[in-house]
């Protein structure tokens, strides 16, 4: 048996300790301090030590895989020149264990196939650097904005969407905002309550979401240019810019994470399993957070803008906002309804003209023309089909499968009753 040059030092060490303890010279204990082991192994080897003497306390040599030959070998490397020759090392080995009983490891495949020259070795692109920014001089100069989608209530609930705002110059949480889904009326809801509250900032700083950006999708014919809510952000004067990578926008992804570890456990501690419950908290959690993170700025001017707005007018700007003509029946199809406009004093003169719709935040929706809002009455069509953003699919799901089974329910209760009648 083929030992190392320490093995069999240390065996030489155990057995002239255990001879020590034998002897009775030493302690089990003390032995066991010299050799740095327990009493227990210390007994452990003294039982090896009197039934097989020095050749029991060598190391026992652990058993390998078999060695492959060569001829093996240059049988492997035939067969991928000529039938494997472009597979990768993975690919390849998965076939010769599968279809062609090797016994082989993956591993010593590559090394074959490299040195073979069969398989370049790529090397794995570094991570690109994302070197730090500047933070922005003033308080409310750049707001970065962003929707994360989780299990916020630890399954009390639906997973649902939580809209953060945060300052770029102080790293505040600005707003906060539980939302069952990631969509333009629940980042209008939170910019609307922020312009009230702290009035208009100068940019926000957003992802590339169809919330913000137009895609081809959208737009295959080009004409249109802003969103939803670029067109409210530019009427309000805001810039809006589009972050190109998520580490651009790295301060709202760290306080995402920061909310994912905090906000959580804050939530079920109160036990608070309701996104209306929750959203009424948050007031509370922002001030708290804000006290511990939040920096300040280098320049100590507020740089948002005096909010000139209106209720009224901030409601019209954070809207659906649609152009129809008018019919010659003075009516104007929307959203798969049909809306009659009540206005006998108007009726020649709406004919064929272009009135805008509003589809406001609280669901109202009102129709007007030359600033002014028109009467009318709404009739429903039937829907022949649905349309939903990625982030909103699962929502619209949700929908259709409770309706199904509220009319399976529906149906059951009432063959039950004509059974029982």
Known sequence: ?????????????RVAVLDRIIDKKITQVEGGIELNLGER???????????????????????????????????????????????????????????????L????????MIKDGIWTHQKKPGKPIHQSRDRRPRFGELI??????????????????????????????????????????????MIKDYIQKFGRPLACYTDRHSIFKVNVAQCTDRTQQDTQMGRALRELGIDLIWALSAQAKGRV????????????????????????????YLEEFIAEHNDQFAYTPSDPKDAHLRNIRTTEELDRVFSHIETRVVTKNLEISFENKTYQIQAPERKYRLQNQK????????????IVFEGESLPHKVFEKKILCKSADSKEINAV?????????????????????????
């Open 1 to 13: 048996m083929i030992t190392s040059i320490k093995a069999q030092e240390d065996t030489i060490r």
């Open 41 to 103: 192994q210390i007994r452990r080897l003294l039982i090896r030590y009197n039934e097989g003497g020095e050749e029991a306390l060598l190391p026992k040599p652990r058993p390998g895989r078999p060695c492959t030959g060569d001829e093996e070998r240059q049988r492997i490397l035939d067969l991928i020149r000529t039938v494997y020759q472009k597979w990768p090392p993975k690919h390849a080995w998965e076939k010769l264990v599968r279809y062609h009983e090797f016994s």
């Open 105 to 112: 490891s993956y591993e010593s495949l590559r090394q074959w």
């Open 144 to 189: 970065q904005m962003d929707g994360l989608f989780h299990d916020w209530f630890e399954g009390r609930a639906a997973k649902c969407c939580l809209i953060v705002s945060i300052d770029d110059a102080t790293s505040k949480l600005m707003s906060l905002r539980f939302e069952p889904v990631e969509s333009t009326f629940a980042y209008m809801r």
């Open 253 to 280: 992804e760290r306080a995402n994470k920061t909310l994912q570890a905090r906000l959580i456990r804050e939530m079920t501690l109160l036990g608070l399993s309701t996104i209306e419950d929750a959203n009424i």
């Open 355 to 366: 009135v805008i719709v509003h589809e406001m935040i609280n669901g109202q929706t009102i």
């Open 397 to 421: 799901v949700d929908a259709v499968v409770d309706a199904v089974v509220g009319d399976i329910a529906h149906n059951r209760t009432t063959s039950n009753g004509i059974l029982a009648a």
